[in-house]
């Protein structure tokens, strides 16, 4: 079974658009944004009020190890990646309700530029 042409041409798009985000986004920016808007709970090796991020890019939501997660997180079944990450850092609570993050990141770049760094910290 093959694709009509233009499903084919818009998910090409869709797929170039993601990898220019990707490829734009500036993880030495994401390094000193998250230091100063996501240190306060969380770092790359230890847990604090928030998980441990070391390794969090492609890792499933609530498994990192003797971190006391909240149920709506545990049972979710989110992968962090480029797009759960995005959605996450837009609004934690729309993503994951019952969770209890009350921080978010508001413009795109910013939230592009976490998430690269994370990614680069995570190995990917």
């Not at 309700?97 to 910013?110: H, K, L, S």
């Amino acid at each position: 079974m093959s694709l009509p042409a233009s499903l084919m041409a818009l998910a090409l798009a869709l797929v170039l658009a993601v990898a220019a985000d990707a490829a734009a986004a500036d993880a030495v920016h994401g390094q000193e944004l998250y230091e100063s808007r996501c240190g306060g709970c969380h770092s790359l090796d230890a847990n604090r009020v928030g998980p441990a991020h070391r390794g969090v890019y492609g890792r499933k939501a609530g498994s990192a190890p003797n971190f006391n997660y909240s149920p709506a997180v545990k049972n979710s079944t989110v992968v962090w990646g480029e797009r759960t990450l995005d959605a996450w850092l837009t609004n934690p609570q729309a993503l994951i309700p019952g969770q209890r993050m009350n921080f978010r990141v508001a413009t795109g770049e910013d939230r592009a530029d976490i998430i690269a760094y994370l990614r680069q910290q995570s190995g990917k």
